[in-house]
């Protein structure tokens, strides 16, 4: 795996941490120079220090529709060019629905899909016009079942299922693959937010992946033969399916 994305520039959303992070070092790993878009300065600053000139940091609140508008041109002034996108970044409500805050629903919703098909859709006409590019959606597990102890999460995520598999159709004419990842549960940040029972239950039966088995997923999808579709890869820790 060693080079195989030399000379491709990928950008990864929400790439400070978690997922993120670990699909960010997979590329850079593999050669490739990675802007890594977070809105977290210090913590892109950090890594920008630590891996070199191959990470492009790059500070936007994608909830911010100019700054979200603003991704594209950015990374082309940064990069001059973009192979890759993996529409990272996102957000977690669960509990009870009665529970829910409604303002969190709203900014969970506009990360998870108003943002992540904002950054598609503004994304495809530079790679159209290059006949060539991977789109990575990361989405979730929740996405193939309705998780009684996160509707609104999971909603979302359904929601960008179907949004990656119609858009897949619309543009593989164009040498453009587009595909998701459904992790199970992932050690990050986003389980901050679980309810407690429900982590402990999962933390003792070694139920969660780490994000680096996750971008062993991500770099599989981006290093397959061109000719090959993988329209999403459900991934779980063994334990979390008995």
């Known amino acids: 795996m060693a080079k195989q994305l030399e000379g491709k520039v990928a950008a990864v959303t929400g790439a400070a941490s978690g997922i993120g992070l670990a699909s960010s070092e997979a590329m850079l790993a593999a050669g490739a120079r990675v802007v890594m878009v977070d809105r977290d300065a210090a913590a892109l600053q950090a890594l ?78 530079h790679m159209i016009a290059r006949g060539t590019g991977d789109i990575i959606v990361t989405s979730s597990l929740a996405a193939h079942f309705p998780t009684p102890w996160e ?8 929601a960008i299922n179907c949004f990656v598999q119609t858009v897949r159709r619309q543009v593989f004419k164009h040498g453009i693959r587009v595909g998701s990842i459904s992790p199970g549960p992932v050690i990050s940040a986003l389980l901050a937010d679980w309810p407690a029972e429900k982590l402990e239950e999962a933390k003792a039966a070694r139920s969660l992946l780490e994000a680096s088995e996750v971008a062993e997923v991500v770099m599989f999808m981006l290093t397959r033969p061109r000719g090959m579709t993988i329209r999403d890869v459900v991934m779980l820790p063994t334990n979390f399916d008995l």
Not at 104 to 117: E, F, W
């Open 151 to 158: 509707p609104v999460y999971a909603s979302s995520k359904w």
């Open 48 to 125: 920008a220090g630590q891996h070199g000139d191959a990470v492009i940091p790059l500070v936007i609140d994608l909830l911010d529709p100019t700054a979200c508008a603003s991704l594209l041109p950015k990374i082309l002034e940064k990069a001059g060019q973009l192979d890759i996108l993996h529409a990272n970044a996102g957000i977690y409500v669960g509990g009870d629905l009665v529970d829910a805050d409604t303002g969190a629903i709203d900014r969970m919703l506009n990360l998870n899909v108003n943002v992540v098909m904002k950054n598609v859709h503004d994304v495809l006409p």
